[in-house]
């Protein structure tokens, strides 16, 4: 199952999303087979990062939102954590900002709690998204620069966000923004 969905999840970041759907499917059957709530967890939150992939954020939600729920009732920090992430990282790029905001101090918290550092910074690129849409200029740079200094697995489409991010806030302070 976990199999299923983690491969569903690389073929969504890979834009092959006939493959993704299909293995996201195989993940639901298996996890739903077995009856255990952290493998149903994590083909939720697969099915969910490859609906947003997709451009259906509202339906990656509601499964984001189920693993979390599911992952919650046998205590699956990790399943939870990730899906967690995705489901903010939507609220972040659709929902209003406070509502986001409160979002991103759970997730943050929650892998403080845990320890686990590569999620926060995942986490914390969501969190310059958020100012960057709320206009916090100072707060964006100071994430950014720590992003850049602390944070060496960026790429893909985070990579593109942050630089994105970087030469909005270069436009609007200038080089003293760096």
């Known amino acids: 199952n976990a199999a299923f969905g983690s491969l569903a999840i690389a073929q969504g970041y890979s834009q ?6 299909k293995s996201a499917a195989e993940s639901r059957l298996a996890a739903d087979s077995c009856g255990a709530p952290s493998a149903q967890a994590w083909a939720e939150y697969a099915l969910g990062e ?3 992939v997709a ?15 599911l992952a919650d009732s046998v205590r699956a920090h990790f399943a939870h954590g ?21 979002a991103l101090v759970e997730v943050i918290d929650e892998w403080r709690r845990f320890g686990n ?11 310059a ?3 960057a849409r709320a206009r916090d200029d100072r707060g964006v740079g100071v994430l950014l620069g720590a992003i850049a200094a602390h ?5 893909g489409a985070d990579a593109e966000r942050l630089t994105a991010l ?6 609007r302070k200038g080089p003293l923004a760096e």
């Open 151 to 155: 944070d060496g697995g960026v790429y």
């Open 129 to 131: 998204v958020l100012l």
């Open 117 to 127: 550092w590569r999620q926060q910074w995942v986490t914390l690129r969501h969190a």
């Open 16 to 21: 092959d999303l006939p493959s993704a759907v």
């Open 50 to 52: 490859v609906l947003n």
């Open 82 to 102: 990730v899906a967690l992430v995705s489901a903010t990282s939507l609220r972040v790029a659709h929902s209003e900002v406070p509502s986001a905001a409160a």
């Open 55 to 69: 451009g259906d954020p509202e339906a990656a939600r509601e499964h984001l939102d189920r693993a979390i729920s």
């Open 166 to 171: 970087r030469a909005e806030l270069l436009e």
